[in-house]
C-alpha cells in the first residue's frame, strides 16, 4: 500500500506560482512512478505531468508544457509540481499518483496507477 497526501493548493490571480507537493508513505518511494493528474469541474480527470521512478522519462500534457515542471526527492519521499504563469483553465483539482511498478517510461494513463491522493484544489481568478 501507498499513502499519498498532497499540498500547496490554493487561490491565485492569473500570473502566479504554486507549488504541490505530495508526500508518500508506505513503500519505497523510489521505486515508484508517480504523476500529477487533474479534474476540472464538469470534466474528466486528465494527465497534467508524470515521471519514472528514476526521473529519466518525464511527460507533460501540451496545455502544461513550458509552464509547469515535475520532480521529485526521492530522499524525502516527495513529488512536486511547480506551477508557473497560471491561467484561469488550470482551475482543478490535483490529484497525485502512484504507479506500483519501476519502469523505465513514465505512464501516461490514469489506469497504469495504483495509488491516488485525495487532491488539493487549484483555482486560478483571471
Known amino acids: 500500500q501507498v499513502q499519498l497526501v498532497e499540498s500547496g493548493g490554493g487561490l491565485v490571480q492569473a500570473g502566479d506560482s504554486l507549488r504541490l507537493s505530495c508526500v508518500a508513505s508506505?513503500?519505497?518511494?523510489?521505486?515508484?512512478?508517480m504523476g500529477w493528474f487533474r479534474q476540472a469541474p464538469g470534466t474528466e480527470r486528465d494527465v497534467v505531468a508524470v515521471?519514472?521512478?528514476?526521473?529519466?522519462?518525464?511527460y507533460y500534457a501540451d496545455s502544461v508544457k513550458g509552464r509547469f515542471t515535475i520532480s521529485r526527492d526521492n530522499a524525502k519521499n516527495t513529488l512536486y509540481l511547480q506551477m508557473n504563469s497560471l491561467k484561469a483553465e488550470d482551475t482543478a483539482v490535483y490529484y497525485c499518483?502512484?504507479?506500483?511498478?519501476?519502469?523505465?517510461?513514465?505512464?501516461?494513463?490514469?489506469?497504469?496507477?495504483?495509488?491516488w491522493g485525495q487532491g488539493t484544489q487549484v483555482t486560478v481568478s483571471s
Open positions: 499518483a502512484a504507479d506500483g511498478e519501476s519502469r523505465s517510461y513514465a505512464v501516461r494513463a490514469q489506469t497504469g496507477y495504483e495509488y
Open positions: 508506505g513503500r519505497t518511494f523510489s521505486s515508484l512512478g
Open positions: 515521471i519514472n521512478w528514476s526521473g529519466g522519462s518525464i
